[in-house]
Every structure is written in structure tokens, then in C-alpha cells.
């Protein structure tokens, strides 16, 4: 067998393993739910969180943790809707909390600047990086971007007096000091959070969005009407690396330091599978996603050297049962009667 020339990398094929391969009801831009209901529920629940929790450490830890892992698995959720298996959310995290400890530790300068320019660098990175790569598909791009996170991990090692090396940077300052110091860092991923999901929800009522669901279905097509295809899954995977920045920067301040293995290959991958459990079909299935996966392994903690084992069987089951993610369970409605046919 030859192996697959450059042509067979660009172009693609129907019988490539890649993201145009799940169900139809999957399609992450397809499905809307009610933002104003949507909207409402999930201030209400970050509004109850810490009246509930306040006073525990470890509960708002979780908490701080789960909302930023959503944020970070939001942008994967993206590159998914224009037919992407993206395995390198981890490196550009990773490159955020970087960009924030350098910038605080070097440059002094304060964290709500730093915040955004983290964000923003993230993105230029990943458009710049996004452009060649994305004509890539299927397993092609996947592997490569997976290498792009480990090529992450071994610039921050390699690094020099930039980085530090292995020592990585630790002591970083935080505004977020005192007794209310992670009510104060939960208010801000909280905020971050859902400004994300509005906008991912925004952009799929917009032409943009339909633009994303050509570009999934059919890219050739997509650009035979005229659609700049480049440009558009380029803005996609600037948008998610973006994403991936903020959510490090905040990583990186809440735990007020970076090390070159604060993110890896692992990370991007839960990343990918926080999506793949709360349903690619809708725009909340990173939080769905992340809420139970990083909460179900905190709980099996007690079974000790056994807690991985039973963690990755439940996730295989959930898997198997809802293929489609937790958000496509449905509650067993009560069928109405039949109603009366009219005969002449």
C-alpha cells in the first residue's frame, strides 16, 4: 500500500475518519437553544454557586476550575463546527498563561491588561499558525495539531531566562488576594464564560454561522460559491485559540504559576472529549461536558489506584448510551390521544 501523497493530505476524502463523519443531529451549529431561557438559568446558577459554597475553599476551587476549563473547551467547540478535530486547545492555553506570567513579571504590568493582550496574543498565534494548516483535514490535521502542543511544552522548557525552563515561573501576582480572593477570580471566569457561550450562540444566528455549517458539510462546494473558505476557518481557529489564552491566563493566575507541564497532550484531549460528552450539537455542551467529567473524577477520588479505571469505563458507557452527549438526553414525554379523523 503507498503511502498518502500531499494530494491526499489537502483534499478530502469520504472515507477519512474525520469531524463530517458524526450523525447529522451533531452538528454543532445546527441545534439553538433558547438563549434568553439558557441565559437566565445559567446567571441564576453562577449567582447561587458561591451563596451555597462561599465558605468552602475547596468547593470554590472546583468551581473556579470547572468554569474555566468550559471556557477553554468552548473554542474546540468551534473548530468542530467547521469540521475540525483540534487537539492543540492545551498549547495555547499553555501559550496564555505564559503570555501573563511574562508580561506581569517582566513588564509589571497589571493583570486587567494583561488579561485581554493574553487572549489577543493566542489568537494572532493561532491565525498565524491557522492559515497553512487548515487545509489539512481529518487525521492529517489532527496529528499535527496534537504536535503543536508538544512543541508548545518543549518551547516553554527550552526557553531560557524567558520561560525558566523546567523551573517554569512561580509568584505570580493576582489581584484576587484576601477572603474573597476566589469569589472575586470565580466572578471574572464566571463573567468570561458566559460572554463566550453568548457569543458562540450569537455567531451561529449569523451569516457567519451558516458560512461555519458550509464549511463542515463541504468546503469545495462552500468555495465554488464564491465563500472565502480560507478566511473563515482561519477567523474559526484564531477565535478558539483565543479562547484557549484566556482560559490559561486565568489558570495561571489562580494558581499563580506556570510550568511547561501545566498543559499537555492529556489536556488538549479532555478538552476534545469535555465536547464529544456534552454534545457537539449544542453550544453548551463544553460546560455540560466539563461539569461532569472533572466533577465525576473529583468524586471517584476514594477508590484510589482504582479511580481511573472505573472513571474511563463510565465515560466509554456514557459514550455508548448517548453518543450525541448528555445535552441530547430527553425527558420521556406523555403521549397525547390520538385525535379523531373526520370521514365524509
Same mark, same amino acid.
Given at each position: 500500500?503507498?503511502?498518502?501523497?500531499?494530494?491526499?493530505?489537502?483534499?478530502?476524502?469520504?472515507?477519512?475518519?474525520?469531524?463530517?463523519?458524526?450523525?447529522?443531529?451533531?452538528?454543532?451549529? !445546527?441545534?439553538?437553544?433558547?438563549?434568553?431561557?439558557?441565559?437566565?438559568?445559567?446567571?441564576?446558577?453562577? $449567582?447561587?454557586?458561591?451563596?451555597?459554597?462561599g465558605r468552602s475553599s475547596y468547593a470554590m476551587s472546583l468551581a473556579i476550575n470547572v468554569t474555566l476549563l468550559a471556557l477553554i473547551s468552548s473554542g474546540v467547540w468551534l473548530t468542530f463546527a467547521i469540521g475540525r478535530i483540534n487537539i492543540a486547545q492545551g498549547g495555547f492555553a499553555l501559550l496564555g498563561a505564559y503570555l501573563t506570567a511574562v508580561l506581569e513579571t517582566r513588564f509589571a504590568l497589571p493583570f486587567w491588561l494583561v488579561l485581554p493582550?493574553?487572549?489577543?496574543?493566542?489568537?494572532?498565534?493561532?491565525?498565524?499558525?491557522?492559515?497553512?494548516?487548515?487545509?489539512?483535514?481529518?487525521?492529517?490535521?489532527?496529528?499535527l495539531t496534537l504536535s503543536l502542543t508538544e512543541a508548545a511544552r518543549l518551547a516553554a522548557l527550552n526557553g531560557g531566562d524567558l520561560t525558566h525552563g523546567a523551573s517554569g515561573i512561580p509568584n505570580l501576582p493576582t489581584p484576587f488576594t484576601g477572603e474573597n480572593g476566589y469569589?472575586?477570580?470565580?466572578?471574572?471566569?464566571?463573567?468570561?464564560?458566559?460572554?463566550? $457561550?453568548?457569543?458562540?450562540?450569537?455567531?451561529?444566528?449569523?451569516?457567519?454561522?451558516?458560512?461555519?455549517?458550509?464549511?463542515?458539510?463541504? !468546503?469545495?462546494?462552500?468555495?465554488?460559491?464564491?465563500?472565502?473558505?480560507?478566511?473563515?476557518?482561519?477567523?474559526? /481557529?484564531?477565535?478558539?485559540?483565543? /479562547?484557549?489564552?484566556?482560559?490559561?491566563?486565568? /489558570?495561571?493566575?489562580?494558581?499563580?504559576?506556570?510550568?511547561?507541564?501545566? /498543559?499537555?497532550?492529556?489536556?488538549?484531549?479532555?478538552?476534545?472529549?469535555?465536547?464529544?460528552?456534552?454534545?457537539?450539537?449544542?453550544?453548551?455542551?463544553?460546560?455540560?461536558?466539563?461539569l461532569g467529567l472533572f466533577l465525576g473524577f473529583q468524586a471517584l477520588s476514594g477508590l484510589g489506584a482504582y479511580q481511573s479505571l472505573i472513571y474511563a469505563a463510565l465515560m466509554i458507557a456514557a459514550m455508548m448510551v448517548l453518543p450525541n452527549g448528555l445535552l441530547s438526553l430527553r425527558l420521556p414525554r406523555r403521549r397525547d390521544a390520538p385525535a379523531l379523523e373526520a370521514h365524509p
Open positions: 500500500m503507498n503511502p498518502p501523497d500531499a494530494r491526499d493530505a489537502r483534499e478530502p476524502d469520504a472515507r477519512e475518519p474525520d469531524a463530517r463523519a458524526l450523525p447529522p443531529n451533531a452538528s454543532p451549529l !445546527e441545534r439553538r437553544p433558547n438563549i434568553l431561557g439558557v441565559g437566565v438559568g445559567l446567571v441564576l446558577v453562577a $449567582v447561587l454557586v458561591p451563596l451555597l459554597i493582550l493574553s487572549g489577543l496574543g493566542a489568537a494572532l498565534v493561532g491565525a498565524l499558525i491557522g492559515w497553512p494548516i487548515l487545509r489539512l483535514r481529518g487525521v492529517y490535521f489532527s496529528m469569589l472575586g477570580l470565580y466572578a471574572v471566569s464566571v463573567t468570561l464564560l458566559l460572554g463566550g $457561550v453568548l457569543v458562540l450562540h450569537r455567531l451561529t444566528l449569523t451569516p457567519i454561522g451558516g458560512v461555519f455549517r458550509a464549511l463542515q458539510q463541504d !468546503e469545495h462546494l462552500a468555495s465554488s460559491l464564491g465563500i472565502p473558505v480560507a478566511r473563515y476557518r482561519t477567523l474559526a /481557529f484564531a477565535l478558539c485559540c483565543g /479562547f484557549g489564552g484566556l482560559g490559561g491566563s486565568l /489558570f495561571a493566575v489562580f494558581l499563580q504559576s506556570v510550568y511547561p507541564t501545566s /498543559f499537555t497532550v492529556t489536556d488538549s484531549t479532555n478538552f476534545m472529549l469535555y465536547c464529544f460528552l456534552g454534545g457537539l450539537g449544542q453550544v453548551l455542551g463544553p460546560l455540560v461536558g466539563s
